[in-house]
């Protein structure tokens, strides 16, 4: 029954509206939920909480579609293997090679590298920039500086690099730390190149599955 205030006509229209307070609505006997109540079933009776969670079925938690496994680390995704610029036969099978998971991304990093920069019509930030290295840079000092810089923009435009720790030459001092694992016959093999003005730079990245790569860039004049 509506009641109708003071100094209005008694049409419904003149009644005081329901109020919400606390999640009640004020106005009806007793007070009902704000919200709709839900239906009642053998199984859910009215008023009843949520049901009961099996024990056994507490820690999984659900699948989302296109999510993987939380617990593994984040892809470093695949390709096509490539040799010398071109495709490569499975010799397992009638099907083309793949590469799968940091060789994928090697050879990325490297088609990167070869490329250069603003040939690719689709994408002219893609590549590195090997022909502004003989305009600008005049001495040796001067060309191994721009190529570290280039060199971290061109690796570090992929996003599965986070980071570009680490970028030395075959001539640094690094080179020549045993810890890098290079014989007797490499070094010779480097001084061999040095005389020929060509050198080799490395360069090691991290990646966003927590793995290290190291990659080679030969013949860096």
Excluded: W
Excluded at 149 to 157: F, K, P
Excluded at 173 to 194: I, K, M, S, W, Y
């Amino acid at each position: 029954m509506i009641t109708p205030r003071a100094g209005h006509g008694n049409g419904p229209e003149d009644g005081p509206g329901p109020t919400i307070s606390d999640g009640v609505v004020a106005g009806a006997a007793g007070g009902v939920p704000a919200s709709r109540p839900r239906a009642a079933t053998a199984a859910t009776p009215v008023g009843a909480g949520p049901p009961p969670v099996d024990p056994a079925l507490a820690g999984i938690r659900p699948y989302i579609p296109g999510e993987g496994p939380r617990e593994a680390p984040p892809s470093l995704g695949h390709s096509l293997a490539l040799l010398d610029g071109d495709l490569v036969l499975d010799p397992h099978g009638h099907d083309l090679s793949l590469v799968v998971g940091g060789e994928a991304l090697a050879q990325a990093l490297e088609l990167a590298v070869s490329t250069q920069a603003g040939s690719d019509r689709l994408n002219i930030r893609f590549g590195f920039d090997a022909l502004a290295l003989g305009a600008f840079a005049r001495d040796l000092p001067t060309r191994k500086e721009y190529v570290t810089m280039e060199l971290v923009r061109c690796l570090s435009a992929d996003r599965r690099v986070t980071d570009v720790r680490e970028v030395f030459f075959d001539d640094d001092p690094r080179f020549d730390d045993p810890g890098t694992g290079f014989d007797e016959q490499a070094l010779r093999g480097v001084a061999a190149a040095h005389t020929d003005r060509r050198y080799t730079v490395y360069a090691v990245v991290d990646t966003i599955a927590g793995t290290a790569l190291t990659l080679r860039a030969r013949g860096i004049p």
